[in-house]
Nanobody, 124 residues
């Protein structure tokens, strides 16, 4: 089992920044794909960003490319999502996700573990 706990959500103004954290525990995640999804009110959950825990490459949704950065701290077993130049359309519940499969599999909808989410609200 893998436990994921998000934190760092809150309110920001258009153009502002927030950093989300995802504390992971339960098992070794070195080969896992780890990522972030979000769900805005009335919309489906969508992929935001992902990386292999032990890797350096990351994949981003077009809507956040150049503004968001995914990273991790091995010592703290924590994944981050740095969100810059926030827009009102970034308002959503953000979820941390993990799967023992590939990033492509995660983007395709296979997520084995979810956090409970953290709310991000961006005002115009």
């Amino acid at each position: 089992q893998v436990q994921l706990v998000e934190s760092g959500g809150g309110m920001a103004q258009h153009g502002g920044s927030l950093r989300l954290s995802c504390a992971a525990s339960g098992r070794t995640l070195s080969t896992y794909a780890m990522g972030w999804f979000r769900q805005a009110p009335g919309k489906d959950r969508e992929f935001v960003a992902a990386m292999i825990w032990s890797g350096n490459n990351a994949v981003y949704a077009d809507s956040v490319k150049g503004r968001f950065t995914i990273s991790r701290d091995n010592a703290e077993n924590t994944m981050y999502l740095q969100m810059n130049n926030l827009k009102p359309e970034d308002t959503a519940q953000y979820y941390c996700a993990a799967t023992p499969y590939s990033i492509a599999t995660m983007i395709g909808g296979r997520v084995d573990y979810w956090g409970k989410g953290t709310l991000v609200t961006v005002s115009s």
